[in-house]
């Protein structure tokens, strides 16, 4: 187990978080706000110019992403649901907001 000074990943749900619906799948994303702020976060972690508190940030949305990562992927799995085509996707939008693993078609 690793141990580690974050804000806690529950904090941003109720601001940060949305329903979003991927053809029969409703996943979640982050908010355009939280993504914006987690990409402003990732950059300056590139320059390493984060404060602790920033750091703590930042390792609380990382968190969270993963979790939706692997929600967003079981949801997916037990949907046998798998875009085929960009244009398959309902918002038409290209957004890095959650990652979601898709199984190959079996």
């Known amino acids: ?3 580690q000074l974050m804000v806690q990943p529950s904090s941003f749900i109720r601001s940060g978080v949305r329903m979003s619906q991927l053809g029969e799948v409703y996943i979640f994303k982050f908010t ?3 993504q914006a702020r987690f990409e402003e976060l990732l950059n300056k972690n590139k320059q390493d110019a984060l404060s602790q508190a920033e ?39 290209l957004d890095s907001s959650a990652s979601t693993a898709i199984p190959p078609n079996t």
């Open 55 to 93: 750091r703590a940030e930042l390792d609380g949305i990382s968190e969270l992403s993963r979790i939706f990562t692997l929600i967003n992927a079981q949801l997916a799995a037990q949907a046998k649901w798998c875009p085929r085509q960009l244009e398959d996707l309902s918002d038409n939008e």
């Open 1 to 3: 187990m690793i141990t």
């Open 32 to 34: 355009h706000e939280l």
